[in-house]
């Protein structure tokens, strides 16, 4: 499902509402895929429930990872939308060209980030608008604030806690929402277009002092790093949380084919193994980003030095291997590379792997094996097909 909030254009009707803390505007939602003239009842019924289940556990700062907001909504994708839309001062952020995605049996995430025209100070001035500004929160701004569930997320300790931790992440040294790396990509961007500026301002007299404009911009942008800073609390609560001692063990990323097993995706498979000394609770636990959609079941354990299994396709998996996988995932491993992030249910990571088909990985492509974690060293051993 792709759904997003937004203005009508054209012939695209509304689905459905949601109220807004601003409370002269309602907020659109607009099917984007399925198409409005494809989607049926049942579809609409349950991208809409999706995001009143939302609205229901974020109006109750329900940090449940069995009916709370985590267990809705991919954490980190909100969190980074909403950063990338505060730090624009985005006034479009959350009413307009909002877009939010989900995958079967996956999480609600926030994103593709869309529209960033009334940015960085700009607005529509022509039309006497002024909102773009360094000392707000768009979210809360009694205009274009969108649905409540986004102020209700950040109202909540723990959520506001986490995008705390990633803002002061993603303004570090060297990252790259840092003042002085903004800045040398700035310069170095003037640097790049010198030459068209000057074309740009002799045709259309359009920058009559790009250097004043610069100026501008960066002092906007200091000043708008500056006042984040002084509203977001300390991450002391959410910064080195205990994460489970789960590891991604093997990796069956493009299974051979035979004349019994005749389809590779419907082979592919995934081992996790509790590392540790205790059982684990795998509620909440998911893997996230794009790409391979799983998440646990709530109140599934997994005791210790025990492992799971799963599978693309359960029921080839039984038939080939003699045994139950633990689950199914939705969408297929690639057969070139893939990241793998195994993370708990507000997104912190449990384990990661990056898996290639090329050295220094060994060749478990369409061959025969499969990729096993190493004993020692930073690369999987490859292992023939049999479980050991």
């Known amino acids: ?33 399925p198409k409005p003239e494809n989607v049926t009842a049942v579809q609409n019924t349950y991208i809409k429930g999706q995001f009143m289940n939302l ?17 809705i ?14 730090f624009a001062s985005n006034v479009d952020g959350y009413q307009n060209s909002t877009y939010f995605h989900k995958d079967r049996n996956g999480k609600l995430r926030a994103g593709p980030i869309w529209d960033f025209n ?23 701004n009694d205009d274009n604030d969108g649905a409540k569930f986004w102020k209700d997320l950040f109202d909540e300790p723990t959520y506001k806690c986490y ?85 991604i063990t093997r990796i069956n990323y493009n299974p051979s084919t035979n004349s019994t097993f005749t389809v590779s995706n419907d082979q592919e498979f995934i081992e996790i193994k509790n590392a540790g000394t205790t059982t684990v609770n795998l509620t909440g636990i998911y893997f996230r980003g794009t790409g391979l959609v799983y998440q646990f079941p709530a109140n599934q354990t997994l005791a210790a030095g025990a492992s799971v299994m799963l599978a693309s396709n359960t029921a080839v998996f039984q038939s080939k ?33 990056h898996y290639y088909d090329s ?24 292992y023939p097909f049999v479980f050991i």
């Open 118 to 140: 009334l940015t960085y100070g700009n607005d529509l001035f022509i039309y006497g608008f002024d909102r773009s500004h360094t000392d707000l929160w768009q979210f809360d």
């Open 73 to 86: 909504i991919d954490v980190p994708s909100f969190i980074d939308f909403m950063i990338m839309n505060e």
């Open 163 to 247: 995008l705390s931790k990633r803002w002061a992440e993603m303004t570090a040294a060297g990252k790259p929402l840092n003042f002085s790396y903004i800045s040398t990509f700035i310069d170095n961007t003037v640097s790049y277009i010198s030459a068209a500026a000057v074309r740009e301002n002799e045709k259309w007299g359009t920058v009559p002092n790009q250097a004043a404009d610069i100026a501008d911009m960066k002092a906007w942008i200091a000043q708008r790093i500056s006042w984040i800073n002084s509203q977001l609390p300390a991450y002391t609560a959410c910064n080195n949380v205990a994460i489970p001692a789960l590891v």
């Open 359 to 382: 050295a220094p990985w060994p060749n478990a492509d369409g061959n025969g094996y499969f990729c096993k974690g190493a004993a020692t060293g930073s690369y999987y051993d490859s």
């Open 1 to 33: 499902y792709i759904t997003k909030s937004d203005k009508t254009t054209g012939n695209d009707p509304v689905a459905w509402t949601m109220s807004s803390y601003a409370t002269w505007q309602t907020v659109n939602f607009i099917h984007d895929l």
């Open 321 to 353: 291997y003699g045994f139950a996988a633990s689950g199914q995932f939705t969408r297929n491993l690639s057969n070139s590379n893939q990241d793998l992030v195994l993370a708990d249910g507000f997104g912190n990571m449990i384990d990661h792997v």
């Open 55 to 71: 609205k229901t556990a974020t109006a109750n700062d329900n940090t449940s990872l069995v009916n709370g907001y985590p267990s």
